[in-house]
Structure formats: structure tokens, C-alpha cells
């Protein structure tokens, strides 16, 4: 049973760069959610899928993000014209929507230095 | 008012003694409570969840809900210092799915 893995696991780019991230969750899991974590903060939501729809997003998500969950089964996350201020960790996290409690098994992340 | 609060810490407590870690959360409506630990560099690592008021226990770790006074913490029994983390309290609330996080608290388990 392998759990959520996130590629890359770090990025360096630079200003103004477009970025994507890919996650992979649980096999079984349904609902896949993309959170965005700051130094000294707890993560911070911003878009989930159930199978391939777009359910729910963030306003912290502007316009220069998107995600996207084609098939229902890995996400991609874009950032395009990087700002200094999107350096963060990405995290992915999924579950099964047939589980009452929704609990949510992250990824390691994606650490992302806006140069 | 943040959605979820916790107190940042440090908590520091010798090894073997109980760390209780608290957390309040402003919407009544909250239905389901996680608490999360997290190494440095590292991601959230669930490690309880409850959704009743009263106490659950695994292992070393129990949880307790107080719905109506909104809080909810962690205690852990005989604090190892590889219990050293941050540990996040997180919400779903209502009809969402999402995880509301509080800032999380730094525990320090000192030998």
C-alpha cells in the first residue's frame, strides 16, 4: 500500500518561471486536495478534486495558479509567472469520499524557492 | 478571530511526562477533528482523528472533544523525545471537505 508521492520534491526557479507539480494519491482515494504551507503556518487549502471534477477552490488561488485532475487520478498543479511571494511547500493529500470522516494522508510535499 | 487557534509554544516537558497540547476552533459546525504531528521539513503526519464529544485513545495519544466549548486537545502519555514535532489541530466544518489548520504547536520532549 504505497501512500501520496509528490514529484519534485523541491524547485528552484526564478521569477516570472511557470512551475508544475504532479501528485499521486492513494490508490483507492478519491478526493485529492492541493494545500499550500508558509514557515510557522499550519497549510492552507486551495483546490480539491473528487475523481476529476474541480469541487471546490480557494480564493488564495489567483488566477495565475491551476490544477487540473484529468482522469480522476494523479493532479497537476501550475504556477505560472512565479513570485517570490509563492515560495512555500506544495501538499498534495487524499482520501475516500466513502469514508465518513474524510481523513486526509498528505504527501511530502513539494518545496518551491522563488529566486 | 482565526478560524482555528492553537498556542504556538515552545511546550517544553521532560521525557515521561505528559504533553497536553490545546486547540480551539471558532464554527459550531465543525464536524470532524485531526490532530496532525509534523517533523521539521517534513509533511503532516495524521495521527488521531474524532468526531464525539469524550476522550479516544490510541496508544500513548488520547484525544478529547468538548463540543460545546469548542476545543478540542492531545495528550500524550510518557513524552519521548522523538516526540519533538509540531503538532497541527485541523477542522472540516460543515458541508466541506477542506482542512481549516491552526498555526500548530512546537512540542520539545527534553531527556
Known amino acids: 500500500d504505497t501512500g501520496v508521492s509528490q514529484n519534485p520534491r523541491h524547485k528552484i526557479t526564478k521569477r516570472g518561471q511557470n512551475v508544475t507539480f504532479r501528485c499521486d494519491p492513494i490508490s483507492e482515494h478519491n478526493r485529492l486536495y492541493w494545500y499550500r504551507q508558509t514557515l510557522g503556518q499550519g497549510p492552507e487549502f486551495l483546490t480539491y478534486?473528487?475523481?476529476?471534477?474541480?469541487?471546490?477552490k480557494s480564493r488564495l488561488l489567483s488566477d495565475r495558479f491551476s490544477a487540473e485532475r484529468p482522469k480522476g487520478s494523479f493532479s497537476t498543479l501550475e504556477i505560472q509567472r512565479t513570485e517570490q511571494g509563492d515560495s512555500a511547500m506544495y501538499l498534495c493529500a487524499s482520501s475516500d469520499s466513502g469514508t465518513y470522516y474524510n481523513e486526509q494522508f498528505f504527501g511530502p510535499g513539494t518545496r518551491l524557492t522563488v529566486l | 478571530q482565526k478560524e482555528v487557534e492553537q498556542n504556538s509554544g515552545p511546550l517544553s516537558v521532560p521525557e515521561g511526562a505528559i504533553a497536553s497540547l490545546n486547540c480551539t476552533y471558532s464554527d459550531r459546525g465543525s464536524q470532524s477533528f485531526f490532530w496532525y504531528r509534523q517533523y521539521s521539513g517534513k509533511s503532516p503526519e495524521l495521527i488521531m482523528s474524532i468526531y464525539s464529544n469524550g476522550d479516544k485513545e490510541d496508544g500513548r495519544f488520547t484525544a478529547q472533544l468538548n463540543k460545546a466549548s469548542q476545543y478540542v486537545s492531545l495528550l500524550i502519555r510518557d513524552s519521548q523525545p522523538s516526540d519533538s514535532a509540531t503538532y497541527l489541530c485541523?477542522?472540516?466544518?460543515?458541508?466541506?471537505?477542506?482542512?481549516?489548520f491552526g498555526a500548530g504547536t512546537r512540542l520539545a520532549v527534553h531527556p
Open positions: 478534486f473528487q475523481n476529476e471534477a474541480q469541487l471546490e
Open positions: 485541523a477542522v472540516i466544518s460543515g458541508g466541506y471537505n477542506k482542512l481549516i
